[in-house]
């Protein structure tokens, strides 16, 4: 053992890698980063790990998640990732388990238990929750992420830096893969899909992510030849006999949703999706407000209309049959999505609906579908070696007791003065950060207005991440999260409570109400202040008030959405930070030559003081600076930096520490 390591020893001392064979790891996540990271981790001579990750394997992960292979395609992540990640050394104890990082069974008991944790997670709530643990018992904590070539390593100390929510974290835009393919849990997840499917069908055959979003061929449901367990979906072939469309229905509606049912794991906590047969649905009698159907209902039927299942599914149909001919009829000439195209809008929405459905998710609008648009960054595999390397380094830091020296590392896209990686000292925690600092926080809302239901999701859940609340008051607990503890009688009674309005229980003007939730051991007293601010009549009010004095300033009115559907705000909490600057809504060739475009001018406007702190001139100001530059206009201009980031998000990760958004990875 002593020379497998003896390079390791001769350069960080006998002392240190002592130190680093005894301690206990967890890493969070065992996808692009937490591959490279276990690796890593072995390679380097840490002998105690735990794994943790919910998701299984998928084929797109195997060109960047070199841990897994072709025949561990549905397995568990984490269990694979140990098996062959032992292979490097069969003397480490790794363990892995194959969950959510957010169920009751990895709570604080379960934390207390590692010397370090390393984040490596694909979603902002996850994230959250795991910063809130390690606050919780004191444990040390790396972040980090990665979205395309960029990408950055924070270490988490409570009490000496800030945490993950001490900053503004940006409103996610885009999405990770693995989340559209195998579990969405949002509207947007399967719009995303539904765009993705467009390109397997009638895009460019080397598409990456949409050519192996499905295999039109493939029945098998589970099971692999090694084990002979296979069972097939010995209907596909029978529908693909009868034409196109109703292969492409049967393969992705039923086939492959059958194949995620057969994953108990994905569904512990959830209720599993419904796999879909077309003449049950077709012969169904269902309720429809509209007679016209098919080619009718694509161009006659108002975008505001929501479209019923039947109807998705007649348009889908419908909408497949006339693409198929336009591909066929061009000699298979790849087609690109086009919001303003109606054939390739209503495609969408049909496809994302009935997606929907089956994850029992609400369906949306034409109008709705056109303006939620996602957008994916490529996963680089390089990106995530280097990423890899960082947390490790930092790691030996933190279990060596040399806190003192941890540094925040960002990875630049673009060298400028032959510099790619951006060392800076850890900030120290934010005075005003609810999480870190246990403050009080205030929020205004419509108490008379507002429903329990909707100040749980929106404002706690959505908000606040809180997973499970407890709301008390004084000394009276009059709401609780979570059904483990309670019975049936319990939970019907809560479902009434949510339906009440907050000043019809209890929580009127000024009322100070304390939420905790045990899994996280969090605690917030938030008081209730009652507005009528966000009432329609006043919203409108406001709205014409702001529109004279622009025009009497000769200035635009630019209203966003969010405004118009917000219905509280949160006093004391760091603000949620968006930049629609960069929010791409479609998926065409133009956003290629504009980022290109874009990328050209940036390096000619490097002395403009007015440039957008989205744009790349501040990157290379960073990178420009010279060593004597003093700490705080470093840390304004990595602040910058991070609002950039801010706007990106891509497959594997979820808005790292501070670059706050869904990275990659």
């Known amino acids: 053992m002593s020379e497998r390591y003896s390079h390791i020893i001769q350069a960080l001392g006998q002392s240190t890698f002592d130190k680093i064979q005894t301690c206990s790891i967890l890493v969070v996540g065992a996808g692009g980063i937490g591959c490279e990271l276990l690796k890593n981790l072995v390679l380097t001579g840490f002998k105690n790990i735990d794994i943790i990750d919910l998701d299984t394997i998928d084929i ?77 018992v004191d444990v040390p904590m790396i972040e980090s992420g990665t979205a395309g070539y960029l990408g950055q390593v924070n270490v988490i100390r409570k009490g000496k830096t800030e945490c993950f929510e001490c900053q503004p974290i940006a409103v996610p835009k885009q999405f990770a893969v693995c989340t559209i393919r195998t579990n969405p849990s949002a509207p947007i997840h399967c719009i995303v899909w539904a765009k993705m499917l467009f390109g397997k069908l009638f895009g460019p055959k080397d598409d990456g992510d949409s050519s192996s979003l499905t295999d039109l061929d493939n029945n098998i449901i589970y099971g692999t030849e090694e084990l002979g367990n296979i069972k097939r979906d010995e209907q596909l072939l029978i529908e693909k006999e009868k034409g196109f469309k109703r292969w492409v229905f049967h393969k992705i509606f039923h086939t492959d949703i059958e194949t995620l049912i057969h994953m108990p794991d994905l569904w512990k906590d959830k209720q599993p999706p419904t796999s879909l047969k077309l003449d049950e649905i077709l012969s169904s009698k269902e309720v429809s407000e509209s007679n016209e159907e098919g080619d009718q209902l694509i161009f006659k039927l108002p975008d505001q209309k929501q479209w019923t299942f039947k109807e998705n599914v007649e348009v889908f149909l419908d909408c497949l049959e006339k693409l198929k001919q336009q591909f066929d009829q061009s000699n298979s000439k790849p087609m690109t999505w086009d919001k303003d195209d109606e054939l390739a809008l209503s495609f969408v929405c049909s496809a994302s609906n009935i997606r929907s459905k089956i994850f029992g998710i609400p369906m949306k609008s034409r109008f709705d579908v056109k303006s939620m648009a996602g957008n994916i960054i490529p996963a680089i595999a390089t990106t995530n070696a280097v990423i890899g390397g960082l947390i490790v380094m930092e790691a030996i830091k933190v279990i060596d007791g040399r806190f003192d020296q941890c540094l925040s590392t960002y990875l630049y896209q673009l060298p400028s003065g032959k510099r790619l990686l951006m060392p800076t000292q850890l900030e120290p925690q934010n005075p005003k950060c609810f999480v870190c600092n246990r403050s009080f926080i205030i929020c205004r809302l419509n108490t008379e207005k507002t429903t329990i239901s909707q100040f749980i999701d929106h404002v706690l859940k959505k908000s606040l991440a809180v997973n499970e609340p407890i709301l008390t008051v004084g000394n009276d607990i009059i709401y609780e999260g979570g059904d483990q503890d309670l019975s049936k009688e319990e939970i019907e009674q809560r479902s009434k409570i949510e339906k009440k309005t907050l000043a019809t229980h209890r929580l009127t003007n000024d009322t100070s109400l304390v939420v905790e939730d045990y899994n996280q051991d969090f605690q917030i007293t938030i008081t209730i202040q009652h507005t009528t601010d966000f009432d329609e009549d006043t919203k409108k009010l406001k709205k014409q008030q702001q529109k004279e004095k622009d025009q009497k300033e000769g200035k635009i009115t630019t209203i966003e959405k969010e405004d118009d559907d917000k219905f509280f705000e949160i006093i004391g909490k760091p603000s949620q930070t968006t930049t629609t600057t960069t929010t791409t809504t479609e998926f065409d060739n133009n956003n290629n030559n504009n980022n290109n475009n874009n990328n050209n001018n940036k390096n000619n406007n490097n002395n403009d003081s007015n440039n957008n702190v989205e744009e790349d001139d501040d990157f290379m100001f960073i990178e420009d600076q010279p060593s004597s530059t003093n700490t705080s206009s470093t840390t304004a201009s990595i602040n910058k930096k991070r609002k950039e980031i801010d706007t990106n998000e891509s497959e594997d990760l979820d808005s790292s520490k501070k670059l706050k958004s869904n990275l990659q990875e």
């Open 60 to 136: 797109s992960n195997l060109n960047r998640q070199f841990l897994f292979r072709k025949q561990h395609i549905g397995m568990s992540k984490a269990k694979i990732a140990k098996e062959s990640v032992m292979k490097y050394n069969k003397q480490v104890n790794i363990t892995a388990h194959h969950g959510d990082v957010k169920s009751s069974e990895f709570g604080s008991e379960f934390f207390k238990k590692f010397d370090l944790v390393m984040n490596a997670l694909d979603n902002i709530s996850a994230r959250r929750h795991v910063n809130r643990l390690c606050l919780s």
